[in-house]
């Protein structure tokens, strides 16, 4: 048994009982240690933020091991538990899912994201072939010892919108009642945040719903209102603050002043973060 690893992944899975669950999205170990010196109760990491940081788009194309790479640095900058976006377990088969997991633990996540799609816009996996999937990853993550490590289910359907607007939400309830019995731990619908759909969906679903939120949104207190259980902001957060090195480095190059600077972290405070 992976006793720290199944206590960290315990914790996590017992912050989807109290109150609902915000997870913003880390993609380095300073962005991750600003996160929970910002209260985060846990944090999760983000495909899109890390594949941008290693000079990559996202959609798979940063490999398994770099991937797991980042979630360690990630995971070593904080004493609260990460969750890790996997993406889509980078391979089809459920041997690639089962290496996804156990790379994921090694880096000590104690969670982790899988999608059912295996590139950006899909096709989608069959309901089948994800079930088996996530069944692969529960049993990974028993082999690894840490039989607790929590398996989000990301489906994304409402996402890349598969099949018709009016039947999204049958093939979401479909998709996660198959998950829930492979043994998935959560329903990720990004892509999906109209609360009187997230409402009933909340409403004929097992498993907790995790919604992914942003600017033009509900708010984090309508989402919960709805039973959202966990949020999480995807690759938000990373966008914030490159828009930010944007905004000053064209100031800094055009007009030579400093403006956009203002309220950016204290060196000291950002470099203590590390101070160990």
Known sequence: MNEPLNTKAQVLRSLHRGP???LPNAWDAASAALLARAGARAIGTTSGGIAWAHGQPDGQHITREAMAQAVELIVRAVDIPVTADMEGGYGPAPADVEATVS????????GMNLEDSGARGGPLFSVEAQAERIGAARAAARACGAPDFVVNARTDV???RIGEPGGRLDEVRRRG???AEAGADCLFVPGLLDLGPLRSLV????LPVNAMAGPGGPSVAELAAAGVRRISVGTALAQAAYGTALRAARELVTSG???AFDGAIAFSELNGLFER
């Not at 790379?103 to 104690?110: K, S």
């Open 20 to 22: 609902v669950l915000v």
């Open 203 to 206: 409403d004929s679903m097992r």
């Open 103 to 110: 790379a994921t633990i090694a880096a000590g996540a104690a």
């Open 177 to 179: 009642e198959a998950y």
């Open 257 to 259: 002043t400093f403006e």
């Open 158 to 160: 409402f996402l890349f």
